[in-house]
């Protein structure tokens, strides 16, 4: 194990994802040891991973001066944010300073490499038109600061994640074998691209193996493009229940946040959340890797049982 990755977002969906990955690959597990950073050390997920193997620290992206000591001696970083809006308002600004630092941080400690979990900038794309998508447009910012840095930098691009579905967007209740899938007033031809957040390692690893050759690449991270419909129907298929797209939000909803879903909605209807170098761009990402991603019916398969009755 001659090099060092360090991850932030270590106790998270993603940055644990990553982990679990390295962890549990025959090959990567031996090229990489592992250090998971945390606001606490103290938490249970924390001394979960400690007991794996992961050295874990204490950083917070909201103070700088501690993500050096983090980052120190790494070969590679993985970086990401994790500012809950359209949840929480106006944080665009504080996500594009805890990307900024952690970019900084790395140059500061002299790092080779950084993996910046990114997205697409939703206003250039669509020349102003999509609008309600800052936390994409935010990530978007940080990415074109770390390409003008003095450092190795690879872009992961996470399409809509299939563990989206295992929340707030699980469809819902109706009689017994009936259920809906709720979302914003688009047609069932809609194409979202589905992403399994357990792939990340899968994604990620040509560039932890070869930094130099994925220099400034941006990853464009699906397993394919799924239409609403085939979404809806897969849950069908495989739970035998009847799960039907509707438009009617479910009551549990914000309305606060179902007229932001409303302002994104020509991401998805027009753009096609990658936007329209998204179909290329997801071909030669998945030229790049080994190992299949998660389809969206094993990922069902995988998650049973969705409905009690
Ligand atoms: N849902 C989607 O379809 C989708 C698609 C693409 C991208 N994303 C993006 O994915 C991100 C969420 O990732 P996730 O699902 O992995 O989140 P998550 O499971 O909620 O985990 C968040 C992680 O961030 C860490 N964290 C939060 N604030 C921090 C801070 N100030 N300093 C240091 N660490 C901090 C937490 O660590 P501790 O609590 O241990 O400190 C935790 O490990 C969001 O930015 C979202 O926009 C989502």
Redesign the pocket.
Known sequence: MSKLLTV?????????SVIKYILGHPELSKVFRLRG????VF?A??QTLREKGVEMVQ????DPPLLIKAVSGSDSVYA?????YPFLPASAAI?IA?GKAVADACVAAGVPQIIW?T?PNTTLMSKGEVRGAE?FDS?AEVEEYIRTLDIKSTFFM????M??NLGRSKPQFVSPGKYTWWWINLDPDTRIPLMD?RDVGKFISPALLDPELYDKKRLTCATRYYTLQEIADTWTKVTGKNVRLTQSAPSAWPVALQKRLQEMRGLYSVYAYFGPTGPTDLDWTLEQVTEKPTSWEQFVQDHEPWFEA
């Open positions: 932030f977002g270590a106790t998270g969906l993603q940055g644990g950073v945390t606001r606490d938490k997920s924390a950083a917070n992206l909201n990401m944010t994790n500012c809950l996500e805890q979990s997205l936390h990530k996470a399409g809509w994640l563990q989206n957040m």
